[in-house]
């Protein structure tokens, strides 16, 4: 457990005891009648928020240009009310 303070203390030192708690990176609790009531603790840098525009990126495969992308991929022709293989006729 980090450094233990009383609550009038606290009160007395409020900004000197924040400012150590950021530069030491040590939490305080502060107590009253001998029971912890807080804790000061230095906050966390906030986390990079990821954008919408761009965060697929690098996430697809570049088509070869020789690739048909209209030309149908198999042979047979597909049901898709009936999810099969139609036999060919």
């Known amino acids: 457990?980090?450094?233990?303070?009383?609550?009038?203390?606290?009160?007395?030192?409020?900004?000197?005891?924040?400012?150590?708690v950021e530069q030491t990176g040590e939490a305080v609790t502060v107590t009253q009648r001998g029971r912890p009531m807080v804790e000061i603790k230095p906050a966390q840098a906030p986390t990079?928020?990821?954008?919408?525009?761009?965060?697929?990126?690098?996430?697809?495969?570049i088509i070869h240009p020789d690739d048909d992308l209209t030309s149908p991929a198999y042979d047979q022709p597909w049901n898709a009310e009936k999810g099969l293989w139609e036999a060919e006729e």
């Open 1 to 20: 457990m980090g450094k233990m303070i009383g609550a009038a203390e606290f009160k007395a030192k409020c900004l000197s005891i924040m400012r150590e």
């Open 48 to 61: 990079k928020q990821k954008l919408f525009f761009g965060c697929m990126k690098g996430t697809m495969r």
